[in-house]
């Protein structure tokens, strides 16, 4: 599976051959889907040297140059799709459907950057010298390092990507060892950029290869990571030895809100499927739902209706709508979580357990509990999987307290009719995206990120660009 592609150093596919491999195991059937190569420090550190002479070449690229490259880059990924799309379920059990979004989504940021390249602008202001002028520049920071979750193995990657070369960075990709591939076909894509060679490399492989080597370089001037909280304070911690710039977006545990004015169906009809995405691994779905008393039957009643109705299965299958687990791991976590909070006293009222139709791959049934209390679990902490847990509020000042009492601050959700609790629920909820009546968060033209523990910096948009770029203030008299 991996065959065609490898390590990517110097403008080149290195293949396994004199390498140690790493097995990616398919979620479905818990068999190999392929092995990968495993990049050693010594081949870090080429890429290191190789993404040093790339950076001299491309930065000299004037934003009209990247733009064309970039675009030309977006029309290859379009033309491979199916492959990349194809790739992502393969690798996650993702349903395809959900892949080909995803894929799209990744294209979105290629084309969004290009044209993001021809207006890096600076600005003059006039100086209380006589006859000068300050002059603002902006300038790549220099090499760039991104380290990619599983998840969303093709937009976590562009998001990454697309600005740093958009701004004239050269960069190493690090994916998750669970979903090489997905990187690897991006990576190829990329190729069609014509850019110089070294401007983009990939690595695969453990912290002591790939990670050490390239938080240890003073050259690596930013990084940037998805992950975990404990992840992201430990890379802040490595990057203060060099003073290196990092963005990060980490865990969530998105309050979703429901007011007794909303419009129950389209908040149903929409949060069932936005809650059981990739099987609940996405850091903005809601994890805690409030849902106002006067409602709170009627809603749960909808949302076990649907969530039952849910078909799981092969992500291949394009029937399917929910796929399993990345791993046992997460499986055994899930089950866990679930049975805390049942010993704890909520109610389980849909799924709760293991998908008995399946006897290979990680399959837990898509699961809705009540009674839940505020300091289980399942509530206070992210559970990255398959769950919905539903509690009642009574009142509006009650519910805000209540969602806003955790450290992260990622995403938020509140459906109403009422403009004035919609901008008060914008206002208050302390969170670096808020939706209202929607979960469409994600997209190139905006910017993706949160706050307090879920991560700093903004992928997306005019901000996303802003971290890859260096100020430079110019006094010029005559």
């Known amino acids: 599976m991996y065959q065609d592609f490898g390590l990517f150093i110097n403008g080149q596919w290195r293949p396994a051959e004199g390498r140690g491999t790493t097995s990616v195991v398919s979620p479905v059937t818990e068999e190999p889907v392929g092995d990968a190569p495993v990049a050693t420090r010594a081949d870090t550190e080429e890429a290191l040297e190789s993404a040093a002479r790339g950076l001299l070449a491309w930065r000299c690229r004037t934003g009209f140059e990247r733009a064309e490259a970039l675009h030309a880059v977006a029309d290859e990924m379009s033309r491979r799709k199916a492959q990349g799309?194809?790739?992502?379920?393969?690798?996650?059990?993702?349903?395809?459907?959900?892949?080909e979004r995803e894929w799209s989504l990744a294209v979105d940021q290629f084309r969004w950057y290009a044209?993001?390249?021809?207006?890096?602008?600076?600005?003059?202001?006039?100086s209380r010298v006589p006859g000068g002028r300050f002059e603002i520049l902006h300038e790549p920071i220099g090499i760039a390092a991104a380290f990619t979750a599983w998840n969303f193995p093709a937009a976590l990657v562009a998001r990454k990507v697309a600005p740093a070369l958009a701004a004239g960075c050269s960069i190493i990709v690090r994916p998750s060892s669970q979903t090489p591939g997905t990187a690897m076909v991006i990576v190829d894509?990329?190729?069609?950029?014509?850019?110089?060679?070294?401007?983009?490399?990939?690595v695969v492989g453990p912290t002591g290869t790939t990670y050490t080597p390239i938080m240890a370089s003073p050259q690596v001037r930013k990084v940037s990571l998805t992950g975990s909280t404990r992840v992201g304070q430990q890379m802040i911690r490595d990057a203060a030895d060099t003073v290196k710039k990092v963005s990060m977006e980490l865990g969530g545990n998105a309050p979703l809100i429901v007011f007794d004015d909303a419009d129950l169906e389209t908040a149903l009809n929409v949060s069932v499927p936005t809650k059981y995405a990739n099987a609940g691994q996405v850091c903005v779905t809601p994890d805690r739902f409030f849902v106002h008393e006067s409602i709170h039957d009627a809603f749960v009643d909808g949302f076990v209706q649907r969530t039952k109705a849910l078909k799981l299965g092969n992500g291949l299958d394009p029937s399917v709508q929910m796929g399993p687990l990345i791993n046992a791991s997460r499986l055994g976590g899930i089950e866990t979580i679930i049975a805390e909070a049942e010993n704890a006293g909520a109610r389980i009222v849909a799924g709760g357990r293991r998908a008995s139709a399946f006897n290979d791959g990680y399959f837990h049934e898509p699961t809705v509990l009540v009674d839940v209390s505020d300091d289980m679990r399942v509530f206070s902490q992210e559970n990255f999987g398959p769950i919905a847990a539903i509690t009642r509020f009574s009142s509006?000042?009650?519910?805000?307290?209540?969602?806003?009492?955790?450290?992260?601050?990622?995403?938020?959700?509140?459906?109403?009719?009422?403009?004035?609790?919609?901008?008060?629920?914008v206002a208050e909820l302390k969170s670096g995206m808020v939706g209202i009546n929607s979960f469409a968060l994600a997209a190139s033209e905006a910017p993706f990120g949160g706050t307090n523990y879920s991560g700093m910096g903004r992928e997306g948009g005019l901000e996303g660009i802003g971290d890859y770029l260096d100020t430079k203030l110019a006094q010029i008299v005559f």
């Open 85 to 99: 799309a194809r790739m992502i379920s393969t690798e996650t059990g993702k349903p395809i459907a959900q892949s």
């Open 115 to 126: 044209e993001e390249a021809r207006r890096i602008y600076g600005r003059v202001v006039e």
């Open 189 to 202: 894509c990329i190729r069609a950029g014509n850019l110089p060679a070294g401007t983009v490399s990939l």
């Open 396 to 425: 509006d000042d009650e519910v805000l307290a209540r969602a806003n009492a955790s450290d992260m601050g990622l995403s938020a959700y509140a459906f109403t009719r009422s403009p004035k609790r919609a901008r008060r629920a």
